[in-house]
Structure formats: C-alpha cells, structure tokens
C-alpha cells in the first residue's frame, strides 16, 4: 500500500504520461533529498533510474515516496532571518528602536496625565 495520498497526481492519475516538467522537478527534489542526507547514494541512483525510466505517472510512486513534503507556502518575512540554518544561534537584534517605542508611549502617557490633572484642576 503506498504513503502517497489518493489526490497524489502518481495516485490519481497513473496512466497520465511523464512530462519533461515532471522529470525536472522530481529530479530537483532527489538532487535536494540526497545532497541533505535523506537519501543514500544506492537509492539516489535507483530512484533516478526508475524516473528516466517510467513512462506513466504510476510508475513513479516508488521515487516520490518517502521524499521530504514539498514546501507549498512561503515563510513571513518575519521568521525569515536572512542568514544561518534553523538551530543556529545568530546575533541579537538591536533594542533602540524597541526602546525608542517605548519610551515615546510612556511620554505619551505622561503628557495626558498632565493634561487631565491641568484640565482637574482648573
């Protein structure tokens, strides 16, 4: 029984045949997969064997399975940190403008406190 799921286009459509974009893109992601140690060198080469081989689309199910998920989203601009790999520590971010905030509500308040004790008093 396959991990993929019945909506997997090798699932769902496996006599379609295998486009030249289809090869590329498993291509990139077996390259991807072996170059972060997910694959061995033994089933990277089997795995690129059968892609240039299959002619349908099911024929491919035994190269896509157990690959990492495809990343189908884009991380916000916020979690990205522009350097380094998750785990890593980088440097710290500078607080002045964290402090520039801050200081400015708290002069904020200040001045209506001011202005309700003028406005009490008066």
């Given at each position: 029984?396959?991990?993929?799921?019945?909506?997997?286009?090798?699932?769902?459509?496996?006599?379609?045949?295998?486009?030249?974009?289809?090869?590329?893109?498993?291509?990139?992601r077996?390259?991807?997969?072996?170059?972060a140690?997910?694959?061995?060198?033994?089933?990277?080469?089997?795995?690129?064997?059968?892609?240039?081989?299959?002619?349908?689309?099911?024929?491919?199910?035994?190269?896509?399975?157990?690959?990492?998920?495809?990343?189908?989203?884009?991380?916000?601009?916020?979690?990205?940190?522009?350097?380094?790999?998750?785990?890593?520590?980088?440097?710290?971010?500078?607080?002045?403008?964290?402090?520039?905030?801050?200081?400015?509500?708290?002069?904020?308040?200040?001045?209506?406190?001011?202005?309700?004790?003028?406005?009490?008093?008066?």
């Amino acid at each position: 029984m396959s991990e993929l799921p019945i909506s997997s286009p090798y699932r769902s459509k496996p006599d379609e045949p295998v486009s030249d974009d289809e090869r590329d893109r498993l291509s990139r992601r077996l390259n991807e997969a072996f170059t972060a140690g997910t694959l061995s060198q033994d089933d990277y080469r089997e795995r690129l064997d059968r892609l240039f081989a299959a002619q349908r689309l099911g024929e491919l199910v035994p190269v896509v399975e157990g690959l990492p998920p495809l990343q189908t989203y884009q991380s916000p601009a916020i979690v990205e940190t522009g350097s380094g790999r998750p785990g890593e520590l980088v440097e710290a971010r500078s607080g002045n403008r964290l402090a520039l905030v801050a200081g400015g509500a708290v002069v904020g308040v200040v001045v209506i406190l001011l202005i309700v004790l003028l406005v009490v008093l008066l």
